[in-house]
């Protein structure tokens, strides 16, 4: 069950990442990401969690920028902070006040976020996301830390960040 979780996640990311446009969709939240001063708005925020045997987290955005908009040849621009849960999550409710480590796999497509401008793609280095409220089917959260910036020359410059919005809790799993 959770490699069939975890594939449509890959699914869903390599689509979110590949500027087609068909990441999160118009009917999400939306937030910002602040990038050492400079802001980046998001559109179609929406949370997916997968409680259990190997719980995990993501939130996701795209730029308001254009549709199909890529920050980097083949990179859609926007965000995607993903991480492990806590086994105590099994419901929305449950994230009020958790404080979730934003993990980076390293994964060529896989970055944490990439806007037109930044210059390259987002790692995490060390990031949390804390979920400050639930109301319904929407999230409050507020993330912070640094990440590698990656240019597509070989560069890794660390920078920090901070983000903030409202997420649409989607596809929230069964507990195994």
């Not at 869903?12 to 590949?18: D, E, G, K, P, Y």
């Not at 037109?116 to 959260?141: D, P, Q």
Request: hydrophobic share 40%; proline share 2%; charged share 20%.
């Amino acid at each position: 069950m959770h490699r069939f979780v975890w594939l449509s996640t890959a699914l869903l990311l390599t689509a979110a990442c590949s500027g087609s446009g068909a990441s999160v969709g118009e009917a999400g939240g939306s937030g910002s990401l602040v990038l050492e001063g400079t802001t980046y708005a998001l559109r179609g925020v929406a949370m997916t969690f997968e409680p259990g045997e190997e719980p995990w987290f993501r939130i996701e955005g795209e730029s308001t920028g254009a549709k199909d908009e890529e920050c980097l040849a083949g990179l859609g621009s926007g965000m995607g902070l993903y991480g492990d849960l806590p086994a105590s999550v099994k419901q929305p409710i449950d994230l009020v006040g958790e404080r979730l480590k934003v993990d980076f796999t390293g994964d060529g497509d896989d970055a944490n976020f990439c806007f037109v401008g930044m210059g390259g793609l987002a790692g995490a280095e060390e990031a949390w996301v804390t979920i400050e409220s639930v109301s319904g089917n929407r999230v409050t959260f507020s993330m912070s830390g640094t990440f590698t910036i990656y240019d597509q020359k070989g560069g890794e410059v660390l920078k920090s960040a901070t983000a903030r919005g409202t997420a649409v809790v989607r596809g929230v799993g069964e507990a195994s």
